[in-house]
Nanobody, 127 residues
Framework: EVQLVESGGGVVQAGGSLRLSCAAS????????IGWFRQAPGEERDGVSC????????AYADSVKGRFTISRDNAKNTVYLQMNSLKPEDTGVYYC????????????????????WGQGTQVTVSS
């Protein structure tokens, strides 16, 4: 059974930083793209960032480029999302997501992907 466990959310003032972690188990880590989605109240869940070993790619939503950095530690089966210069509009529940292969979904190249999901972690950025 695939399990994704997020941690690192919290409350931070605008301009601050947080680092989210996603620990994965039950899968062959190197075969999966691991990413993050964000869901604000009343809104859809949108892709934020992704990293893939399969093709060495990363992907970022335009709204977070230059502020967020995704990385993965294959020895620990863990992906990190470093979030800097946080804005109130970054507020939401952040979900870790895993799919076999690449980050094509996050670039809009592919639309029909089955994800494994974590339980989510709340990030609140106050103004």
């Amino acid at each position: 059974e695939v399990q994704l466990v997020e941690s690192g959310g919290g409350v931070v003032q605008a301009g601050g930083s947080l680092r989210l972690s996603c620990a994965a188990s039950g899968l062959t880590f190197d075969d999966y793209a691991i990413g993050w989605f964000r869901q604000a109240p009343g809104e859809e869940r949108d892709g934020v960032s992704c990293v893939s070993v399969t093709d060495g790619s990363t992907a970022y939503a335009d709204s977070v480029k230059g502020r967020f950095t995704i990385s993965r530690d294959n020895a620990k089966n863990t992906v990190y999302l470093q979030m800097n210069s946080l804005k109130p509009e970054d507020t939401g529940v952040y979900y870790c997501a895993a799919n076999p292969g690449t980050c094509a979904y996050y670039t809009g190249s592919v639309t029909n992907i089955q994800f494994h999901w974590g339980q989510g972690t709340q990030v609140t950025v106050s103004s």
